[in-house]
T-cell receptor, first 113, second 114 residues
Framework: DAGVIQSPRHEVTEMGQEVTLRCKPISGHDYLFWYRQTMMRGLELLIYFNNNVPIDDSGMPEDRFSAKMPNASFSTLKIQPSEPRDSAVYFC???????????FGSGTRLTVV | AQSVTQPDIHITVSEGASLELRCNYSYGATPYLFWYVQSPGQGLQLLLKYFSGDTLVQGIKGFEAEFKRSQSSFNLRKPSVHWSDAAEYFCAVGLNFGNEKLTFGTGTRLTIIP
């Protein structure tokens, strides 16, 4: 398996633009997680899915953020409109369940100017 | 809610020296505990995990960790570090039921000097 695949690796966008981050989890994993990493706040869970259904979105900062998982092999995290404070590294991770730990993707570094 | 503390922001050790990174958690029962490593520009890689059984767990890259219930700790150790061990290390805690999410510590940056 190629692991968790995220795209793009880097994204630079202007404030107010829509940004879509993509994730392909490991085949067979039932859980998918979106995390955000910043120097100030560390790693924050934004949302996670189980069998394509959102379970906990309490970490989504505001309505500008949305996430979908239309099938078991694909998820998106969308920010509309983007703001400079959204600049961070966004990680996707997948897992079989709690005892398994997570497998992380390489992340998307988002810069909003 | 569970929480995890890594009291050391930055540690510097000489190559070949031993290493111990500290992790303390707060949770009413025995949680699931993990250590991850992150190299610059990379995602997090699982080093080892604990959820039951032997309190000394072995991981990849020669790392081990010991769960101590009385101290609510899960410290990471390595007897002899290599320059390639320079990275950021994260401790994480998860519940043993219910919500699947992991809560991560703030990380410890490890620098290796020759």
């Amino acid at each position: 398996d190629a692991g968790v695949i995220q795209s793009p690796r880097h994204e630079v966008t202007e404030m107010g633009q829509e940004v879509t981050l993509r994730c392909k989890p490991i085949s067979g994993h039932d859980y998918l997680f979106w995390y955000r990493q910043t120097m100030m706040r560390g790693l924050e869970l934004l949302i996670y899915f189980n069998n394509n259904v959102p379970i906990d979105d309490s970490g989504m900062p505001e309505d500008r953020f949305s996430a979908k998982m239309p099938n078991a092999s694909f998820s998106t995290l969308k920010i509309q409109p983007s703001e400079p404070r959204d600049s961070a590294v966004y990680f996707c991770a997948s897992s079989y369940g709690r005892a398994d730990g997570y497998t992380f993707g390489s992340g998307t570094r988002l810069t909003v100017v | 809610a569970q929480s995890v503390t890594q009291p050391d922001i930055h540690i510097t050790v000489s190559e070949g020296a031993s290493l111990e990174l500290r992790c303390n958690y707060s949770y009413g029962a025995t949680p699931y505990l993990f250590w991850y490593v992150q190299s610059p520009g990379q995602g997090l890689q699982l080093l080892l995990k604990y959820f039951s059984g032997d309190t000394l767990v072995q991981g990849i890259k020669g790392f081990e960790a010991e769960f101590k219930r009385s101290q609510s700790s899960f410290n990471l150790r390595k007897p002899s570090v290599h320059w390639s061990d320079a990275a950021e290390y994260f401790c994480a805690v998860g519940l043993n039921f219910g919500n699947e999410k992991l809560t991560f510590g703030t990380g410890t940056r490890l620098t290796i000097i020759p």
